[in-house]
C-alpha cells in the first residue's frame, strides 16, 4: 500500500520568508540608529528626559570696552589699598562689571539678559572683593609707597599687581556668570560674526588687558608727577612711633648689559653695587593706641596696632662700572637695579628675619620697663599685659584658660600672624 508524502516548501516560498527577515533586521537597525542619534549620542540618556545639552547660537557684533573708572583715582587707590579699602572694594566692583557689560555687548545679548548681569554679579562680589585685596596686598609693600614713588614704580608696579590678581578670576566668574545666564548646561557657546571668542577670551584681551595698558601710560605720568612732588616740596609730620627691633645687613648686586647682533654678544656692561641697610620695625601709635583696666583680674591691657617696619634707610655704593662701547647703561636702569636691591633688603627682613615677630616680641619688654613701674604703684599684685590689635578679647582668653579654648600661658603676649586667624604665645 503505498503511502502519500507531504509536499516539501518551495524555493519561491523559503526566498520570501528570507527576505522578510533581512527586511526586518535592516528595520531594527535603522531603529536603532535613530534611538541613538536621538536620545543617547552627545547626551547620555538626558534626552529621555528632556534636558538634552543644546549649543547656545549667538551673533557677535564689535563693540568697544567702556570701563566705568577714572584712570586717575584709581592710580590712586591702587597705590595705597589699604588707605583706601572702601575704594577698592568699589573699583573691583565697578571694573567686574564693566568686563560683563562688555562680553555682553559683544555677544549682542538682548537687554532683558544685560539687566540680570548686575544681580547675578552681585552674588559673587562678596567673595571676590577679599580674594582681590588679600592677594593684592600680598603682592605689593604697601608699607614701601615712599620709597617707591622716588623710584617713580608705584603705580606702574600697582599696576601690574591688579593685573596679576584680575587675571587670575576673571575668567572665573565671567564664564560661570555667562553660562548661568544662557542656561548652557554641558554644552557650549557656538558664535557667528566678527572676533568670534569665548567670553573669558573677550574680557581678557578686549577689556583687561587694553584697560591694564592705558593704566600704565597714564601710571607713567601719574609716578613722575608724585616723585617730582616729591623732591619739591618739604614734609614736616609728627611721629608718634615706637621703634623696637632694628635690622643691619649688607647686599650686593652683580649685574651684566650685553648687546648682540644675530645672537652674539659683541659688546657688555659690567656693574657690581653693594648697599648696607638700616631697618627699623615697630608701631604707629598714631594708627592704634588703647590702655583698658581689669580691677576683678589686677591686669591692665595695653594694646598696640601690629608691628609695620618704621623706616628703611639704604646707602648704595657702585663697587664697579664697566660701560661697553655699545652697551651703555642708562639712569633708568640704574634707578630699576637700585630699587630691586631695595625691596630684596625688604624682603629679606620680612620673610627671612622675621623683623615684624621680632618687634612683636620686644614690644613686651619695652612696655614693662615703659610702663611697668606705674602699673606696680597701682599695687603690688597688679601687672601688665600687652595685646596687639586683632587678637582675642579678655572674654575670649578667659575662655581659653578655663579650657573652651586652647590655653595660654598667663604672663605671656598674643601674637597673631597677619595672614592667619589662628594665634600662638611668645614667651617674655
Same mark, same amino acid.
Given at each position: 500500500m503505498a503511502t502519500h508524502q507531504p509536499d516539501a516548501p518551495s524555493d519561491e516560498t523559503g526566498g520570501a520568508m528570507f527576505g522578510k527577515q533581512i527586511l526586518l533586521l535592516a528595520l531594527v537597525i535603522i531603529a536603532g540608529i535613530v534611538i541613538y542619534k536621538t536620545f543617547l549620542a552627545d547626551g547620555g540618556l538626558s534626552g529621555l528626559f528632556g534636558d538634552k545639552p543644546k549649543d547656545v547660537q549667538l551673533t557677535y557684533v564689535p563693540?568697544?570696552? %567702556?570701563?566705568n573708572l577714572? *584712570? *586717575?583715582?584709581?592710580?590712586?587707590?591702587?597705590?595705597?589699598?589699604?588707605k583706601n579699602r572702601k575704594e577698592f572694594d568699589a573699583l573691583v566692583y565697578n571694573f567686574n562689571l564693566s568686563l560683563l557689560?562688555? &562680553?555682553? $555687548?559683544?555677544?549682542?545679548?538682548?537687554?532683558?539678559?544685560k539687566r540680570r548681569l548686575e544681580p547675578m554679579y552681585q552674588q559673587h562680589h562678596d567673595y571676590l572683593k577679599t580674594m582681590y585685596f588679600n592677594d593684592f596686598v600680598a603682592l605689593k609693600d604697601t608699607t614701601a609707597s615712599l620709597y617707591e614713588t622716588f623710584y617713580n614704580d608705584?603705580? $606702574? %608696579?600697582? &599696576? %601690574?599687581?591688579?593685573? *596679576?590678581?584680575?587675571?587670575?578670576?576673571t575668567c572665573f566668574f565671567v564664564t560661570q556668570i555667562m553660562a548661568t545666564l544662557l542656561k548652557v548646561s554641558n554644552g557650549r557657546f557656538v558664535g557667528k560674526g566678527k572676533d568670534v571668542g569665548t567670553p573669558c577670551d573677550l574680557a581678557i584681551n578686549e577689556?583687561?588687558?587694553?584697560m591694564v595698558d592705558r593704566l600704565q601710560k597714564k601710571a607713567a605720568i601719574y609716578d613722575f608727577s608724585a616723585s617730582r612732588g616729591l623732591l619739591k616740596e618739604k614734609v614736616r609730620v609728627g611721629i608718634a612711633e615706637l621703634g623696637t627691633y632694628e635690622l643691619r645687613s649688607r647686599l650686593a648686586m652683580d649685574k651684566t648689559l650685553q648687546y648682540k647682533v644675530f645672537g652674539f654678544s659683541i659688546s657688555e656692561t659690567d656693574i657690581q653695587i653693594e648697599a648696607i641697610s638700616v631697618i627699623k620695625a615697630g608701631f604707629k601709635l598714631d594708627q592704634f593706641f588703647d590702655v583698658t583696666f581689669s580691677p576683678s583680674k589686677g591686669i591692665v591691657y595695653v594694646k598696640l596696632p601690629q608691628p609695620t617696619i618704621l623706616s628703611h634707610e639704604v646707602y648704595p655704593r657702585v663697587d664697579k662700572l664697566d660701560v661697553g662701547l655699545l652697551a651703555g647703561i642708562s639712569g633708568q636702569e640704574m634707578n630699576e637695579n637700585f630699587n630691586a636691591l631695595r625691596r630684596q633688603f625688604r624682603d629679606d627682613a620680612i620673610n627671612n628675619e622675621h623683623v615684624l615677630e621680632h618687634a612683636k616680641a620686644r614690644?613686651?619688654?619695652?612696655m614693662q620697663l615703659m610702663m611697668g613701674p606705674v602699673v606696680k604703684s597701682m599695687g603690688r599684685n597688679y601687672k601688665l599685659e600687652v595685646r596687639f590689635e586683632g587678637t582675642p578679647s579678655p572674654d575670649v582668653m578667659e575662655a581659653q584658660r578655663q579650657g573652651t579654648a586652647p590655653a595660654n600661658q598667663p604672663g605671656q603676649i598674643s601674637r597673631q600672624p597677619a595672614n592667619t586667624n589662628g594665634q600662638r604665645r611668645l614667651p617674655q
Open positions: 563693540s568697544d570696552f %567702556q570701563p577714572d *584712570e *586717575e583715582s584709581t592710580l590712586r587707590i591702587l597705590a595705597d589699598p589699604t557689560y562688555h &562680553v555682553a $555687548n559683544r555677544m549682542n545679548l538682548p537687554d532683558s539678559l608705584n603705580a $606702574n %608696579q600697582a &599696576v %601690574q599687581i591688579f593685573n *596679576e590678581v584680575a587675571g587670575k578670576y577689556a583687561l588687558r587694553p614690644a613686651d619688654t619695652v
